[in-house]
């Protein structure tokens, strides 16, 4: 599951709920958005490694802590906080680091 932020109804608060629900709490996970606006939850691949083509990530999220998967999902605090990530830094983000919290 991905999100295109480049077409006008690709960033919507249900296509943020379908990508967190779509990974799985059993391992880290990181949110990532590509030079070419392509949003993403990287499985294994987290934190500051394999980052070239990466326009912004956000914080890695440790296994077990439930920022991803169905519950996360069901959060819609939680599923509002990543959409305003996406849409307050996309496609000019401050830092290619972004913390939500």
Known sequence: MQIDLNTPDG????????????????EH???R???DGI???SSGVVGGTD?????FRLETWAKGSGYVGRI???DEVWVMQIYNALKENW????????DVY
């Open 29 to 31: 996970t990181q949110l």
């Open 33 to 35: 958005v590509t030079k």
């Open 51 to 55: 980052i070239g083509d990466l326009l």
């Open 72 to 74: 996360a999902a069901s």
């Open 11 to 26: 960033l919507t608060l249900d296509a943020v709920r379908q990508l967190l629900a779509s990974a799985s709490d059993d």
């Open 39 to 41: 949003a993403y939850i």
């Open 91 to 98: 496609p000019n983000p401050p830092f290619d680091y972004i």
